[in-house]
């Protein structure tokens, strides 16, 4: 049997690096995918003897919900990002189509009429 701290360890240090949607996407892929590092281990848990199996299978299932529920915090946290930084543009451009109005308003006030 593989030492599955080691894989867990080191799957757990791939997701924490993760710093955008593409690296997230590749990292998914990666461990969850048809080849994936989860998904092989799974398919080797027939070949293990029985009193090996239940312990086995339990500590990759262990892996698979805690890796799945820190991916699902990684893209919570990238949607949220991206929000944010679609407010802050947004409270500039209103910001700006203020100023925009207002120089606009102070021109046509100024302005003396033509005789």
Same mark, same amino acid.
Do not use: H
């Given at each position: 049997?593989? #030492?599955? #701290?080691?894989?867990? !360890? ?6 924490? #690096?993760?710093?955008?949607? #593409? ?6 892929? $990666?461990?969850? %995918?048809?080849? %994936? &590092?989860?998904? $092989?281990?799974?398919?080797? &848990? %027939? !070949? ?6 239940? $312990?086995?299978?339990? +500590?990759?299932? !262990?892996? +698979?919900?805690?890796? *799945? ?6 893209? /919570?946290?990238?949607?949220?990002? $991206?929000?944010?930084?679609?407010? +802050?543009?947004?409270? &500039? ?14 021109? *046509?006030? *100024? /302005?003396?009429?033509?005789?």
């Amino acid at each position: 049997m593989e #030492n599955l #701290n080691q894989i867990t !360890s080191d799957i757990l240090n791939k997701i924490k #690096n993760i710093k955008d949607r #593409n690296a997230y996407d590749s990292i998914k892929t $990666e461990i969850f %995918g048809k080849k %994936g &590092i989860i998904t $092989e281990l799974f398919k080797k &848990i %027939g !070949s293990l003897d029985q009193a090996q199996r239940k $312990e086995y299978a339990s +500590k990759l299932n !262990s892996l +698979k919900k805690q890796a *799945t529920e820190i991916l699902e915090q990684k893209l /919570t946290d990238f949607d949220q990002s $991206e929000i944010n930084k679609k407010l +802050k543009n947004e409270k &500039i451009d209103a910001e700006l189509a203020r100023l925009k109005a207002s120089v606009k308003q102070s021109n *046509t006030s *100024t /302005t003396a009429p033509s005789a």
